[in-house]
């Protein structure tokens, strides 16, 4: 069985033909999936589509990229999700300063507030880091074994 550990159902592109989406997906072993939500609006869509699809689970966080809309309303939606059973993960979070979408401070800021939304190794975070970020904040190393979960990033040298 395949596990693909990112996708974004919820994303326009599939509105008409979700239902076949995930039947292809399924069709080509795909036995589970986990939904990453992105922004505010993707958290309630996210917790919907794990209660729509059986081998869907999710990822509740805010990408790098809306930083800048992060309040406390969005926190609390983030942790009474993580009390649903098929929420699995915190994330999209990390650093992107390739776009510089939100201000690199606010992105630190957010990133460490999302670390430590996911109290305890239960739950493993979805972090993504652009060229040009460097090193992640320490506080990411700080919460104990297992509670970081993938990392991507992406390359611009073999030496970054």
């Known amino acids: 069985m395949l596990v693909d550990s990112h996708v974004h159902l919820d994303m326009n592109q599939f509105k008409d033909d979700l239902d076949d ?3 292809r997906a399924r069709a080509a072993g795909v036995g589970e999936m986990l939904q990453v939500c992105y922004d505010a609006r993707s ?4 917790i919907a ?3 729509r699809y059986g081998d869907v689970y999710g990822a509740l966080g805010i990408h790098p990229h809306d930083a800048k809309i992060w309040d406390e309303a969005i926190e609390k939606r983030i942790k009474e999700g993580l009390l649903l059973k098929r929420i699995v993960a915190v994330g999209e979070t990390g650093l992107d300063y390739y776009r510089d ?3 690199r401070e606010r992105q630190r800021e957010v990133f460490r507030r999302q670390i430590g939304i996911a109290p305890s190794a239960a739950w493993a975070t979805k972090t993504s880091r652009r060229p040009g970020s460097g090193s992640m904040p ?3 190393c700080s919460r104990g074994p297992g509670s970081i979960g993938p990392i ?5 040298s073999r030496h970054e």
Do not use: H, I
């Open 138 to 140: 320490s506080s990411r």
């Open 152 to 156: 991507f990033c992406w390359s611009v």
């Open 21 to 23: 989406v995930v039947a």
């Open 49 to 51: 589509l794990t209660r």
């Open 101 to 103: 979408l939100s201000p």
């Open 43 to 46: 958290v309630d869509a996210t």
